[in-house]
């Protein structure tokens, strides 16, 4: 059986369509696919955090920072005794750090996990956002709350979230404070006076048992 001419160029016509559409429309699909390949490769490498000093001196790894430096995965941040510092991470969140405390900052995927290196306590307050503790126990802190722990302290930070870290308590250590030294101090001043005031009272009692009496008239 012939088939008419018509119907030969019709079916050529469809099967060049066909092939142009299938030339054209494949690279499209892999430009989509290497794009979104490529963004989820930068996200999940691109973790890195801008440095702000907001008081006295600060270092990452052991340098000497100043604002604008690159805070980078597994950096090592520490504040001195007169510094404060805060660290942008974006989308990751925001991290601030009180007077004398040090952390390891890990940055992955967008995610922040923070390891304090306080050698007494470590305190966190969640400004916005939450935090999930994981050492020395298992813990979950709400935005406007703090946890407090008595040893190095590692955790996970939400997106999005303003934290920070203290050791210590040093946040605190400006305002009303009385230490135990403080206390010595006083009770010495007071023992002091106590004693004055006795040695004077004793004075004037012996000077007036040592008048004669007077008579009358």
Do not use: H, W
């Amino acid at each position: 059986m012939k088939l008419p001419t018509r119907y030969l160029r019709a079916m050529l016509s469809l099967a060049l369509a066909l092939t142009v559409t299938t030339v054209f429309t494949l690279p499209s699909f892999a430009s989509v696919e290497t794009g979104n390949r490529a963004a989820n490769s930068v996200f999940a490498q691109d973790c890195t955090g801008t440095l702000t000093v907001k008081d006295g001196s600060v270092t990452v790894n052991g340098n000497a920072a100043q604002t604008g430096a690159t805070v980078t995965n597994g950096s090592v941040i520490a504040t001195a005794s007169n510094g404060r510092a805060e660290i942008d991470f974006g989308g990751a969140g925001r991290v601030m750090l009180g007077r004398g405390t040090t952390v390891t900052i890990d940055c992955t995927g967008g995610t922040l996990s923070i390891r304090s290196n306080c050698s007494g306590k470590t305190e966190i307050e969640v400004k916005s956002g939450s935090v999930n503790v994981t050492a020395p126990s298992v813990d979950t802190i709400a935005a406007g709350k703090e946890g407090k722990y008595d040893s190095p302290t590692a955790f996970t930070v939400a997106a999005g979230s303003v934290i920070e870290v203290d050791c210590g308590g040093s946040r605190r250590a400006a305002g009303a404070f009385i230490g135990p030294g403080l206390i010595g101090v006083l009770a010495l001043i007071g023992i002091g006076t106590a004693v004055a005031v006795g040695i004077a009272v004793g004075e004037g009692d012996t000077g007036t048992s040592g008048r004669p009496p007077v008579s009358g008239a």
